[in-house]
């Protein structure tokens, strides 16, 4: 993350810091470097001497006491204006119907009437914001009665009060609906992301539910056959020679019959009931998968390095749905006019499989094969067939463009090599 995030982050986490250093800036630079802006029009030469110099002394006791009180009183509560702003509102407008009341002089302070209605438009409760914008428009007109009545043109010193009232009110209202607008997108997208994880923990549970109940069936039945036939043959083997041949001959049967089941199962997962009947696929059909993709508009190529060895049908039919997986992925997201390459390496750990691409990059595939893997049958699926036979599997964005599939299948106990 770069810096001027991190610091954008953390002032936007830390209100109350931020807001109270304002605060402070405002009282000490404009509130009260800046009075009187105006003084009490009533108290003038023009009065009576008496009256005149009651006025007067009034003034001069608030100028030196109570200016810089009501200076307080309009800045200082800003600190609180996002995080209490209904508090700081208040505050400051019962500031301001004291200074109104007493006669006090306007001050530079006076923009924190401006402030404190923006924080109540955008912070505060719909019932504070409307409330302010109301003793927001009677202060302008009072300020003007009480402060402008000599000015020439009173009428347009109060219309100017009053616009700076509704500007404030409305650009904080504006941030308000900005606030509201975001927080809808973050909690969309929150629910979003809960939904797809619910959505694909329950499909990843279904699934190996699906492949238990299939496998009990499979397997534990011809299992059952297979231990009791070899335990019987044993004993009877120095007895009855027959009965042996027999055993053995019905363990082949149970075995073959259980291989048969066994590879119509694993065609069968997540494909259609036609993909049921047909032989399950293995590493002798990529040619034939790759000129399919071919025929689609995509080039492939296909790569093999090393001496092959003989493989289950389950470890075939991994590697051949890992590879089909991921030049599936390629003809969605990789755009017009991507290459795709398979290569295929047989090492004396296990079968290496790459399916590599140079489509649009990291930036646009990433979101995207994100987004169809969040279903179940894209990457995790891959990964689940990879860890099925003890495998691992890698998929992401390659520095510069395209998107790569690596998985590494490990060769069962038993294997030998092709001669």
């Known amino acids: 993350m770069r810096r001027r995030d991190r610091i954008y982050l953390w002032l936007r986490d830390h209100p109350l810091v931020v807001d109270s250093l304002f605060a402070l800036f405002l009282f000490f630079v404009v509130g009260l470097a800046g009075w009187p802006v105006f003084a009490d029009p009533y108290a003038g030469p023009d009065s009576p001497d008496a009256l005149w ?21 309009l800045t200082l509560p800003l600190a609180l204006r996002r995080v209490r702003p ?22 530079g302070g006076q923009v924190g009437v401006l402030v404190a209605l923006h924080g109540l438009a955008a912070y505060a409760p719909r019932w504070a914001s409307r409330g302010g914008l109301a003793l927001g428009l009677a202060g302008a007109l009072m300020a003007g009665a009480r402060y402008f009545v000599y000015v ?8 100017g009060i009053t616009a700076l009232v509704l500007a404030a009110w409305a650009l904080g ?48 039945h011809s299992l059952s056959i297979v231990i009791a036939q070899a335990d019987g043959g044993r004993y009877a083997g120095d007895d009855d020679s027959k009965a042996a041949v027999r055993a053995c001959e019905t363990i082949s049967q149970t075995g073959r019959a ?20 047909a032989p399950t696929p293995g590493l002798a059909d990529l040619d034939e998968l790759i000129a ?46 991507a290459g795709a390459d398979v290569r295929l390496e047989w ?30 049958h894209g990457i995790p699926g891959m990964t689940e067939r990879a860890t099925l036979y003890g495998g691992r599997l890698q998929a992401g964005p390659v520095p510069g463009g395209g998107f790569a599939v690596r998985a590494h299948l490990p060769y069962p106990s038993g294997e030998r090599m092709r001669q």
Do not use: C, F
Request: net charge negative; charged share 25%; aromatic share 2%.
């Open 53 to 73: 110099a009651v006025s007067r002394g009034l003034n001069n006791l608030l100028t030196t006491v109570g200016t810089p009180l009501i200076a307080a009183g």
């Open 86 to 107: 209904v508090w700081s509102g208040g505050l400051v407008a019962a500031t301001s119907i004291v200074q109104v009341i007493l006669g006090a002089p306007l001050l």
């Open 152 to 159: 020439d043109d009173i009428a347009m010193v109060t219309v």
């Open 173 to 220: 209202d504006l941030q308000r609906v900005r606030r509201q607008q975001l927080e809808a997108l973050r909690e969309r997208a929150r629910r979003l992301e809960v939904e797809r994880e619910q959505e694909a923990r329950l499909a990843a549970a279904d699934e190996r539910a699906r492949i238990a109940r299939e496998m009990h069936d499979v397997v534990a």
């Open 258 to 277: 259980a291989l048969t089941d066994m590879r119509r199962l694993l065609g069968v997962l997540r494909t259609d009931d036609d993909a049921s009947r």
């Open 292 to 337: 399919s993709v071919q025929d689609s508009g995509l080039h492939v190529g296909l790569t093999t390095t090393g001496p092959p060895r003989v493989l289950s049908s389950g470890v075939q039919l991994a590697a051949y749905r890992i590879v089909q997986e991921a030049l599936t992925n390629v003809l969605k997201h990789a755009g017009p006019d």
């Open 347 to 376: 090492t004396p750990a296990g079968l290496m499989i790459a399916v590599t691409d140079d489509g649009r990059g990291a930036a646009a595939d990433s979101a995207l094969r994100d987004e169809a893997a969040g279903s179940g």
